[in-house]
């Protein structure tokens, strides 16, 4: 007797699966989106003692030779953020708000691997037609032989060119919302095709000599099903992160079985594509004015890397019944709860005023560090006084007032005399540094 197949219903939207159909999600609550599936076979497959196609090995046959080593990528900064280069056999996800410069930058990459290696490069689009990337690779300089493309929607297409004959070193694929699985139901971009997509291409790189770079798109909403979902399915999770107003581009490692987490590597977006910024660490200070109020130098730290970034604070009278408070490129809570600091703990009168602060570059500066650059803006721009010339902050400010130490002190230190900057003020650390604000006030403005 042939066992009847177990039906399951599984939402196209969300992926969700239920036992039996509903109107409507219990997930995600859309309506009709349950759609009739065979459910998965569980029975092992017969072949070896284990009841499976492939039985366990010892891992002690294996030799270095069976894992080849990470193929240098043609950018040595892109290399430093993956960790040695391109892992054979590796999945990559590239997520990125749309128009932010992901294709761009692995085209470019794409073109550097068809240029440094003997292996191809393959670009598989679902986004573009041959004719815009060609125009785009012409636009970058891109005229490598070897950098092949390819424009299709099918994912299984996709994961043939990585097995393919051939051996591609590279290949990409833009984007895993365009991409369709015929193995699953479901409108491309869904979550539940999206997992289908990255499964079936996960599984052909990882039998292949090649790297696979996935694009995933998020938006600010993080609506769209896209790199939250695929992150545990690859190697590797980068982030291409800024704000198109702006030029600069911080591509981030979220996750690495392959290398460090805490890289990251600045590029610029010029018109003819990313270009890595060679010494990042005062690139967001740009055309600073000394003697201007308002304005101080934090030596802030992003991933491992100190940066010195601008922070900016305007104090201006107010003609509102609520005066303003507006940050640009930080936490407005925070600047929120500075001030409420700076009024109880320094006594300064703060009501009457709309307060402004942003960080040089628009950079978005999480650091705690930030803390004590921001109070010296605030209280140079209130005093109307600039800060010493060449002076440079970090430190965390509590609600009591005291300056608390951050993490990476030495590293901050390092970097703050490496580029000569001097006074120096940081939270106490080794007999030296600034214990609370009161002190602080009164070594800067001399008040208090
Ligand atoms: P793109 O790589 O298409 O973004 P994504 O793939 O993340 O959606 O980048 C698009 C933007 O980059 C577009 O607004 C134009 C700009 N751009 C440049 O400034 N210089 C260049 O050399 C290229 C190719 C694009
Ligand atoms: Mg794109």
Not at 29 to 39: I, K
Not at 50 to 71: I, K, N, W, Y
Request: hydrophobic share 40%.
């Amino acid at each position: 007797m042939v066992a009847k197949a177990r039906l399951v219903y599984v939402c196209s939207g969300c992926g969700a699966v239920s036992p039996r159909w509903r109107g409507q999600c219990e997930s995600c609550h859309g309506w009709n989106t349950l759609v009739q599936q065979a459910a998965p076979k569980l029975e092992p497959r017969p072949g070896s003692s284990f009841g499976l196609s492939h039985g366990p090995v010892p891992l002690a046959g294996f030799t270095r030779e069976d894992t080849p080593p990470a193929q240098p990528s043609g950018l040595p900064d892109l290399d430093r953020v993956l960790g040695q280069g391109l892992q054979p056999g590796g999945a990559v996800l590239l997520g990125g708000e749309p128009g932010i410069g992901k294709s761009t930058l692995l085209l470019q990459l794409a073109g550097q691997v068809a240029s440094s290696g003997s292996r191809p490069a393959v670009y598989v689009s679902g986004e573009e037609s041959l004719g815009q990337l060609a125009a785009r690779a012409r636009r970058l300089g891109i005229a490598d032989e070897g950098l092949l493309a390819s424009c299709t929607t099918s994912a299984a297409e996709a994961a043939e060119i990585i097995g393919h004959s051939d051996s591609p070193a590279l290949v990409v694929v833009d984007s895993v919302q365009t991409m369709a699985s015929s193995l699953v139901d479901g409108v491309p971009g869904s979550p539940n095709q999206v997992r289908a997509v990255a499964a079936e291409l996960v599984e052909a790189v990882k039998k292949s000599r090649a790297t696979l770079i996935l694009v995933g798109h998020v938006t600010k909403e993080g609506l769209i099903a896209g790199p939250k979902i695929l992150e545990h399915m690859v190697d590797t999770v980068l982030y291409l992160e800024g704000d198109r107003q702006h030029f600069y581009r911080i591509l981030r490692v979220f996750k690495n079985r392959f290398g460090p987490t805490d890289e990251l590597m600045v590029l610029e977006m010029l018109g003819d594509g990313l270009v890595p910024v060679p010494d990042p660490s005062t690139y967001f200070l740009g055309e600073r004015d000394e003697t201007a109020s308002g304005s101080a130098v934090v030596l802030a730290l992003e991933g491992k890397r100190p940066f010195a970034v601008e922070v900016q604070a305007l104090v201006s009278k107010s003609y509102l019944a609520m005066p303003r408070r507006t940050a640009l490129g930080m936490d407005l809570n925070r600047l929120n709860l500075l001030l409420a600091v700076l009024e109880k703990r320094l006594g300064i009168q703060l009501g009457l005023s709309d307060i402004y602060a942003k960080t040089g570059g628009g950079l978005k500066l999480t650091d705690p560090g930030l803390d004590l650059g921001l109070v010296a803006a605030v209280l140079s721009s209130f005093y109307d006084r600039p800060v010493p010339p060449r002076s440079v902050f970090w430190g965390e400010v509590d609600l009591s007032g005291r300056i608390r130490p951050v993490s990476g002190h030495d590293a901050r230190l390092k970097q703050a005399n490496r580029l000569g900057y001097k006074p120096i003020f940081h939270p106490p650390a080794e007999g030296k540094g600034t214990a609370t604000l009161k002190d602080f006030q009164k070594a800067l403005f001399g008040a208090g």
